[in-house]
């Protein structure tokens, strides 16, 4: 143990001899091992905040949306999901926990002179909780609205401030078509849901009318009709989505099966999808998976580069350094305190550039977050341009990196090390000395 | 009975090159008794530094014996050799080949690094051998700011610092001008006086004429072995 400590004095001291040189090899190690932990660093940032947006949707969740057809298969009969449909998957299906049947229009709503386009989003009261929606004043829809012969609604936070930008909008009628409807609560904000995986689109929040699903269909049917300069086209729908939420999270994928099967049995066309959140959550993981292994090459990449870089470094110090291993052979070394003193020099290099490389990893999430704040100020609109996910990614470093990215460095150090330390043992003592 | 540092016997050597074989040694015999001071002259291609360098455990001999005590280096592994050089053996050469990167003590160090005998309390012996050889006052100099009597002088000591049976000096004083040269040759001649015994290879014969025993090789056979009677340090 001591002669390791007095060798690794001596390697340093010896370093120090040629100290542009020793930090240039050092450097390339850095940023080999700064990179591990950095690539590693953002690779979980990404995959973590996928997981947070999935997690959004609900892990538990099943959705079932309608799709609308191609135009020449769509049947007068109308398309999609039905209240069949939905009451026969919510009454047999005995894994579901929740099932919320979910109509959504888009409508303009009018309160005295102010008005705005907006969705009218037929929902039970369930809808608040499974949607992450928090109430701002009043309160969200309850069972008695639906059944009551009068319209609730309850506004969002967005259409609120549209609708009423200075007063009171509790107890007010808003009108939409022909219809009234009495504000019982408004919303807070609640940032969209992000698109994952292109199966779902981003869902804003901001702008929607909440009623109860039972007063939509009685008030306003089935029917939509879309009336637009030259066109007339019509609609008939009976339910935009059902929001499903199993009891544990194991019975998800068998769960979506056997809705897929319960729908499938009535539908004809092509006009309904089910998305499970938890598959996504699942490609999400193994799409991180992939950019962490690609990332990981990258960085593998680099750090064979630093330990060819400290090989040559080494080579030529065993080529100028000839006449004092023949001194030092003279003097009483064995062949393995030469390749002991080579090594430990390598090792040195290698593991003071470990140890900055992790230095410089440990500073990422910080030196991240600096240079994105300054890139959004200074360019604006290409940052804008960017991926949401690159925009926001924070990367967090993964502790079981560091020991990881040291270790790396140390084998580095020997591996790149042995070959020159072996043929520094291997030269001829009498040879070595009288190298000029 | 005088006792032996080491003992030589019908020493050959050969090499081989690609399409012939060189006898640089063919058939050295002497012995070397403590406390002698021996010179060995000869004309290059004499077999003057091959014989230097099997004295020195750098070499086997490829016949004969060489008798370290009573270890024959002939029949030596590689690590046994370095083992042997490391506790046996003290070097000086004609160009001092000191460490340019240590200090004088840390160079005077160094055989102890490998014999294992580096204690804390060898540094001590380290600073008095530098003392003994007049370095006192440059103890954390390094090589280049020495002169080269100065930097012969951390040799010297470097030499003794594993207390060696013998001290095989190869033309100590080649590099250095007159005056220093024989400040060198007194501070052997004082060591041999001491008790300490030296081989030394050199091609000067004034520097021979210092020495208490001078072998004159001439290919790679023992020309002459004589005592000289000028000589007036201790002998056996």
Redesign the interface.
Known sequence: MRRWW?TMRLSI??LL?HPLRSGLTILGIFIGIAGVIWLLAIGDGIGRKAEEQIAELGARNIIVSTVKPSSDEVQDSGYGLTRADFERVRDTISTLKRALPIRILSKEFRYLTRKFEGRLVGCTPDYAEVSRLEVDQGRFLTDSDGRSERNYCVLAEASAKKLFPFGDPLGKRIMADDEFYIVVGTMKKRHSSSAVGGSTAVEDFSSDVYIPIESLWRRLGDMIIVTKPGQFQSDLVEVSRFNLEVHHRDQVLNTAEVVKNTIEADHTLPDYSVTVPLELLQQAETTRLMFVIFLGMIAAVSLVVGGIGIMNIMLATVTERT??I????????????ITRQFLAESVVLSVVGGLLGIGGGLLCTLMTVEFRTLLEYKFPEQMLALPEIIREVEPTVVPWSIPVAFSISVIVGVVFGVYPAIRAAKLD??EA?RHE | MTVLAASLRDLQKDYYLSSETVRALRGVSFDVPEGDYISIMGPSGSGKSTLLNLLGCLDRPTGGSFLLGDEDVAHMSDDKLAETRANRIGFIFQSYNLLQALTVVENIEVPLYYSGDLTPESRQRCIDLATKVGLEDRLDHRPAQLSGGQQQRVAIARSLVNDPRFILADEPTGNLDTATTQEILGILAELNAQGRTIVMVTHEPEVAEQTGRTILMRDGRIQSDERNMAFSGVSS
Request: glycine content about 10%.
């Open positions: 007095r001291k010896s001899l006449r004092e023949g001194i030092r052979r003279a003097l009483g070394a064995k062949r393995r305190d003592p009498i000395l």
